[in-house]
């Protein structure tokens, strides 16, 4: 016990010897702390606001004063969507619109099916057999026999195992997307990307990586930045789903995209790749099949390809196709798949002779393939304009060299460029977003839509009119 208590002595008077020898900055800080501290303990968190009881005069002042926020922000009455141009009659090679003929240079009916007499017949006998719609979704008593053979058609054209429709085009790839790629999942997409694609990924909440538009560079310092991310957590990266996203022929800017290099890609850093082949289905390719057929890659190589029968099959719609077990797992979690009612059996009738049409006649390619070279060459030198987009694609943009200073200065010029074209007999369309949503905004610009029906005459007299309007509106 004696010894104890010299020792806890002995303690105490190095202490006191410690405090005499620190330096005098040591003991000040050392102080300021324990002022601080104690403070703290002692302060108050917070302090009680004084409670102020309002009348209820100054309530119904308050409520008659408050403003609420409009659920929209105002839109101009003079805003092109609130303006249309009405159609009369069939949108084919001839059409009217606000009371006035026009050569169609705005309908993506590439083919010119819409008035097929084989495809409207094949529609109107469906209609006899099975009425008007039906009411209720694949799974619900909404699959008819001439779904099943539908289906079993687009996946031998397409030479792949299985296919599915659906019955609304841009829900097809919308709903594609989320039902295999989920949050943590990683998705790498062409920054020109539409905007069924971009909603798709929106819906499926996972990792959105933007490479720029056809830059493959640009795409594989992506991957191998996800590469090396990988490398530090092996146990993540061994659930995380990695995909491409591209589409065959882009529908904002005409440009292909350069599939080889994705191939490679694909295989030198394991990921999946969805093509979206709305554009490029029945255009491309020797027997219209797209872009695969194009390039002549092998289609399995292709992990998902979807695509709308509202362009070329002159239908409504859409489809996936690929290998069994991938197009099965759209039954159980497509969404527009799932919870829309199903296609109508008249479309898809119409569906399926718009594709015997295009097995019968396989020279209709090459035709429409001609007549795209042949106005994107005419369309090369107008003054203030580019030309964007393929030779070979059947829908090209014209984008003002210049910009006059602000988007909406743009717009009004080009609508300007439309409407003398209208007025002359040539229906054009410009190009419309949702430019708040749009994750990048393409620039203004009038679209040019080729159908086989066209003559080379009337393409020569649509640029000539472009190049005339165009003077005319600049100067």
């Known amino acids: ?38 403070r703290l303990l002692f302060s108050k968190t917070y302090k009680l606001q004084e409670r102020s009881d309002l009348t209820p005069k100054e309530k119904e002042e308050l409520i008659e004063e408050w403003q609420p926020e409009p659920l929209v922000p105002p839109v101009p ?39 097929n007499e084989k495809v409207k017949s094949a529609a109107q006998a469906s209609l006899k057999k099975y009425g008007v719609g039906t009411c209720g979704p694949r799974g619900f008593y909404g699959t008819f026999d001439v779904h099943l053979e539908l289906e079993e058609r687009l996946a031998k054209f397409m030479r792949t195992e299985e296919a599915i429709i659906y019955s609304y085009g841009f829900a097809t790839i919308a709903s594609a997307i989320p039902a295999y790629s989920k949050r943590g999942d990683i998705v790498f997409v062409d920054e020109a990307a539409c905007f069924a694609i971009q909603k798709g990924l929106q819906a499926s909440r996972s990792n959105i990586k933007l490479f720029k538009h056809n830059d493959m560079a640009d795409l594989e310092r992506l991957l191998k930045e996800q590469e090396t991310e990988d490398q530090k957590n092996p146990r993540k990266a061994r659930v995380t789903r990695r995909f491409i996203v591209v589409e065959g022929l882009y529908m904002n800017t005409g440009d292909v995209c350069p599939l080889p290099e994705l191939i490679k890609l694909k295989y030198k850093y394991k990921v999946r790749i969805f093509l979206e082949e709305s554009l490029s289905f029945g255009v491309l390719g020797e027997h219209g099949r797209g872009i695969t057929e194009h390039f002549g890659i092998n289609i399995d190589d292709i992990d998902l390809i979807s695509a709308n029968m509202e362009n070329s099959l002159a239908s409504i719609g859409g489809f996936c196709c690929g290998r069994s077990f991938i197009i099965d797992h759209q039954r159980l979690s497509g969404q527009g798949y799932c919870f829309s009612a199903s296609l109508p059996p008249l479309l898809a009738a119409a569906a399926i002779e718009a594709l015997n049409i295009m097995e019968d006649n396989p020279d209709i390619f090459q035709t429409l393939r001609a007549k795209c070279e042949r106005i994107h060459k005419a369309l090369q030198g107008i003054s203030g304009l580019k030309v964007v987009g393929e030779s070979f694609s059947p829908a090209l943009h014209l984008q003002l060299e210049e910009s006059c200073g602000s988007r909406e200065d743009d717009v009004k010029l080009l609508k300007r460029v439309v409407d003398y074209c209208m007025d002359s007999g040539i229906a054009l369309t410009q190009a419309r977003y949702l430019e708040k949503e749009e994750k990048c905004l393409p620039p203004p610009s009038i679209r040019v839509v080729i159908t086989v029906e066209q003559t080379e005459q009337e393409l020569d007299k649509a640029a000539s009119l472009l190049k005339e309007a165009v003077q005319s509106v600049l100067n």
Not at 2 to 28: N, T
Not at 78 to 96: C, E, F, K, R
């Open 77 to 115: 009455k003079d805003h092109p969507a609130l303006n249309y141009n009405i159609v009369s009659g069939p949108p084919t090679h001839i059409i009217t619109v606000n009371g006035k003929e026009c050569i169609n240079f705005a309908s993506f009916n590439f083919l010119g099916l819409l008035d």
């Open 1 to 38: 016990m004696a010894a104890a208590g010299m020792g806890q002595q002995w303690v105490l008077v190095e202490m006191v010897q410690a405090f005499y020898e620190a330096p005098a900055y040591h003991l000040i800080l050392e102080g300021i702390l324990i002022l601080w501290i104690i």
